[in-house]
């Protein structure tokens, strides 16, 4: 069972451990005891897990984008790895669609050149090749479709 400290003591609590901090958070929301809230502190947290979501699924959207690329036109290492990249872009659309929501879909529309233009910095340094397409050739619904790959 948690103790509720005080208010000032959930303060330096949160200095020690974040763990404890965040159990006895969630036991005086539960309580509804609203005023002996770390409301800073809670507040940074919930903006640090919005940055890290947000994060996650842009990582996980770029690396699609990486294998799909890798896939569709590094012919020289397609037979040794296009069973590896088609694991890996699985993997990683099972990832997405564990933490998928319509916000996190908003931001991934919002952000899907930059997105784009940063996978292929990668897949151009990668693998030197100069014929990659400067505009991404996929839909952000085929990125995300488990069953969907390019044809060779």
Request: charge should be negative; proline fraction near 3%.
């Amino acid at each position: 069972m948690v103790k509720t400290p005080s208010q000032s003591n959930l303060k330096e609590l949160y200095e020690i451990d974040d763990y404890l901090w965040i159990e006895a958070t969630i036991k005086l929301l539960k309580e509804k005891k609203f005023n002996e809230l770390d409301l800073e502190n809670l507040i940074e947290e919930l903006e640090d897990l919005g940055r890290e979501r947000k994060n996650k699924i842009e990582s996980l959207l770029r690396q699609i984008i990486i294998h799909l690329l890798l896939l569709e036109y590094w012919s020289k290492e397609y037979e040794y790895n296009a069973a590896h990249w088609k694991a890996e872009i699985t993997e990683f659309r099972f990832q997405i669609k564990g933490i998928l929501t319509k916000n996190l879909q908003n931001y991934l529309v919002s952000r899907f050149e930059l997105i784009y233009e940063n996978s292929l910095k990668y897949t151009k340094t990668k693998t030197e090749l100069n014929t990659l397409p400067q505009k991404c050739p996929y839909s952000l619904e085929q990125l995300l479709d488990e069953d969907w790959f390019p044809t060779k």
